[in-house]
């Protein structure tokens, strides 16, 4: 009856989560997934080299392979939007299974007002939202890793559990080695240190226990390099093409700006009053509660943030979704510095701790007017590009565009080649000369590109006209689809 409750409970958290965001799309790196996914279920190799390939993350590929049937499915002239619809639906699922793991922490470290707080925290910011609408990796992620350190707050040192949790995370990001590998050291460091005095059989039966451990913690690196060789033949593809994409579309890179690129980040995710919250909990609870479930938080937010450093210093893009862990550990400290003096004792503590957290709450509520004009506006968002996506569905739903299907840039080339059954190789970024022959798909008007392909970091903002005396086979009040003659 439990797991029923908890089962409907989520269920009904999605949908709410639903009803404040508005309709789901799949992002541009989630859309490749359920095509390449496709192409290996139909035993095809796809080519994660294509030009701005996102990086292929092992666990999503498996998944979506799992889908191809759904992916496959063919509705009017289009192919894969039932799969678009489950993925949609799990992406809702998965962030109201954030939101329920951030108040079970929450609950365990301090008490059941500052879970809610912290977990209503993280559900109404919007790029959280914004991620998980999307269906971004990251939700999933984070889900998976919040979990495990809800077990290790619940059984301390439980070990298998926690790595096997942290195993599936490693294959979505690989933030979670690091997590893993320190788990691991902290584990099995006082039992090594003592068979390190012995030796002989003693000394190897300490290595034979550690070895089940071992084997969780290094599964996530080798199965990542595993898939990337079979599929490029390059073992670390996913870490020099992510590299690569960074630098070709200017995305900002290097520890030399994580000075200032951090605290920007943190603060477009939280705002204002939930980092001042945050940092008053987080004195207080390390000076006034000092419980193993506050110092499990602390060194976990520590963590997060070093793995966030050492991805930069790979060369990797300081993006907002990458602190998404570090901003949801601040959350619980921001609802503990609403509430985490509710279980003190009286006395000067007490005291001053409510003191603090009546200006914390003030400030919180007063923000909340602005943090539902944000909420609104991603709701209308998400609704036009819906509304634009839908449009360009209309427009190739009776007739296939004749190939090469040429469009103006990269973001609609994993949608139409789930949509019309493509290989992305045969649909082309006008950025880079429209083909002489084939279709042609742009948007009706610059609205609509500003809406629904362009993006304020995009380099090159062109929409490339159609060729010299082009057709125009049909068009909507959104696209418009010119063919050679």
């Known amino acids: 009856m439990a797991r029923i409750r908890f089962a409907a409970g989520v269920l009904a958290g999605a949908a709410v989560l639903r009803l404040m965001a508005g309709p789901g799309l799949l992002n541009y790196d989630t859309l490749y997934a359920l095509v390449w996914g496709r192409q290996l279920a139909h035993g095809t190799a796809p080519d994660l080299e294509v030009a701005i390939a996102p990086t292929p993350h092992p666990l999503a590929n498996v998944l979506a392979t799992l889908l191809s049937p759904l992916s496959s499915w063919q509705d009017g002239g289009l192919h894969g939007q039932a799969a678009a619809t489950v993925v949609v639906a799990v992406a809702y699922v998965a962030l109201a299974l954030l939101g329920w793991v951030v108040f079970a922490l929450g609950r365990e470290w301090f008490n059941a007002?500052?879970?809610?707080?912290?977990?209503?925290?993280?559900?109404?910011?919007?790029?959280?939202l914004d991620f998980g609408a999307r269906a971004y990796v990251d939700i999933p992620f984070l889900v998976l890793v919040l979990t495990a350190l809800l077990v290790e707050t619940r059984r301390p040192r439980a070990g298998g559990p926690v790595l096997g949790l942290l195993a599936l995370a490693g294959l979505l990001r690989p933030e979670a080695w690091l997590f893993s590998a320190v788990y691991l050291l902290w584990l099995l460091w006082p039992g090594l240190r003592s068979a390190a005095r012995r030796a002989g059989p003693r000394r190897s039966a300490a290595w034979r226990d550690a070895a089940p451990l071992i084997v969780l913690v290094a599964s996530a690196p080798l199965l990542w390099a595993l898939h990337d060789l079979l599929l490029t033949g390059d073992p670390l593809h996913s870490l020099t093409g992510t590299r690569d994409n960074a630098e070709l579309l200017g995305r900002v890179t290097g520890v030399q700006h994580l000075p200032a690129g951090v605290p920007r980040r943190l603060g477009e995710?939280?705002?204002?009053?939930?980092?001042?919250?945050?940092?008053?909990?987080?004195?207080?609870?390390?000076?006034?509660?000092?419980?193993?479930?506050?110092?499990?938080?602390?060194?976990?937010?520590?963590?997060?943030?070093a793995a966030f450093c050492v991805l930069a210093a790979a060369g990797l893009p300081i993006i907002t979704r990458y602190l998404l862990l570090t901003a949801t550990l601040l959350a619980i400290f921001a609802g503990a510095g609403a509430f985490g003096w509710l279980d003190l004792r009286s006395g000067r503590e007490r005291t001053w701790w409510a003191r603090f957290a009546a200006v914390a709450l003030v400030v919180l509520l007063a923000f909340v007017p602005s943090q539902v004009h944000r909420i609104d506006r991603l709701d209308a968002a998400l609704a036009r590009q819906e509304a634009i996506q839908d449009r360009l569905g209309d427009l190739v739903d009776d007739e296939q565009p004749q190939e090469p299907v040429a469009v103006p840039n990269r973001r609609p080339i994993p949608l139409l080649a789930l949509w019309l059954d493509l290989d992305p190789r045969a649909i082309a970024d006008a950025q880079d000369g429209v083909p002489p022959s084939g279709s042609y798909l742009v948007p009706a008007t610059a609205q609509v590109a500003q809406d629904y392909i362009l993006d304020r970091r995009d380099r090159d903002k062109r929409i490339p006209p159609p060729p010299a005396g082009s057709l125009l086979v049909a068009q909507n009040d959104a696209w418009r689809w010119y063919r050679e003659p």
Do not use: D, K, N, S
């Open 269 to 305: 995710i939280l705002r204002e009053p939930v980092l001042l919250a945050a940092a008053g909990g987080g004195l207080l609870a390390l000076a006034w509660r000092r419980g193993r479930g506050v110092r499990l938080g602390a060194a976990a937010g520590v963590l997060a943030l």
């Open 113 to 128: 007002a500052a879970g809610a707080l912290a977990a209503a925290i993280v559900l109404t910011r919007v790029p959280v």
